[in-house]
């Protein structure tokens, strides 16, 4: 089983839709636990990091499930520019982060 | 300031050969780390260096892989006799603090 994993898509949503993805780990120790972003042939950029509160960033609500060893991400009111790929990023408290596979997003007009 | 810089940006290299890869961290940044990412693939870890210690290599794929961090700061994987599945594109990254990994726009390797 893979450390992190996540639904590769693609997610093909409207312009204004509301897309979520999940995001599961199998290290129940993981601490930190981040959403980057990555569009084609670029370096993948911090979204967001995710508290065990939840937190809210414009359009943009990350939440942790500590007890189902899951994350998500919501994203309102998409936009064009929101299409990219959204890796799922796990850090078990030491250095190494572990990244899944991402999550493709195409907004469409 | 100057993000994470990596060269050369692409590279062409014949099977067999061995090719290098630069990666200057963001200046005081003391953790850096190397990862690969094949077409299509998440990223995967290949070696991470914090400070003096002794580096991470336990994600190199095999031992024609090695790296150095010299001075702590710029660092240099090293691909020895490079076969075909070496062709991926090799992202360096640094942090501070392990809130956030900055990193390079990656170096794409092709071994024809």
């Known amino acids: 089983r893979k450390e992190v994993e996540q639904d590769p898509g693609p997610f093909n949503v409207p312009e204004g839709a509301t897309v979520a993805f999940n995001c599961t780990y199998s290290n129940s120790a993981s601490q930190s636990f981040f959403w980057y972003r990555q569009d084609c042939r670029k370096e993948p950029k911090l979204l967001m990091s995710?508290?065990?509160s939840g937190n809210e960033d414009g359009r943009f609500t990350a939440q942790l499930n500590r007890a189902s060893q899951y994350i998500s991400l919501l994203i309102r009111d998409s936009k064009l520019s929101d299409s990219a790929t959204y890796l799922c990023v796990v850090n078990s408290g030491t250095y190494k982060y572990i990244f899944g596979t991402g999550t493709r997003l195409k907004v469409l007009a | 300031g100057a993000g994470v810089s990596q060269s050369p940006s692409n590279k062409v290299t014949e099977k067999g050969k061995d090719v290098e890869l630069r990666c200057d961290p963001i200046s005081g940044h003391t953790a850096l780390y190397w990862y690969r990412q094949s077409l299509g693939q998440g990223l995967e870890f290949l070696i991470y260096f914090q400070g003096n210690s002794a580096p991470d290599k336990s994600g190199l794929p095999s031992d024609r892989f090695s790296a150095e961090r010299t001075g702590g700061s710029v660092s240099t994987l090293t691909i020895q006799r490079t076969q075909q599945e070496d062709s991926a594109v090799y992202l360096c990254?640094?942090?501070?603090?392990?809130?956030?990994?900055?990193f390079g726009q990656g170096t794409r390797l092709t071994v024809v």
């Open positions: 995710v508290y065990s």
């Open positions: 990254a640094s942090s501070r603090d392990s809130i956030e990994a900055f």
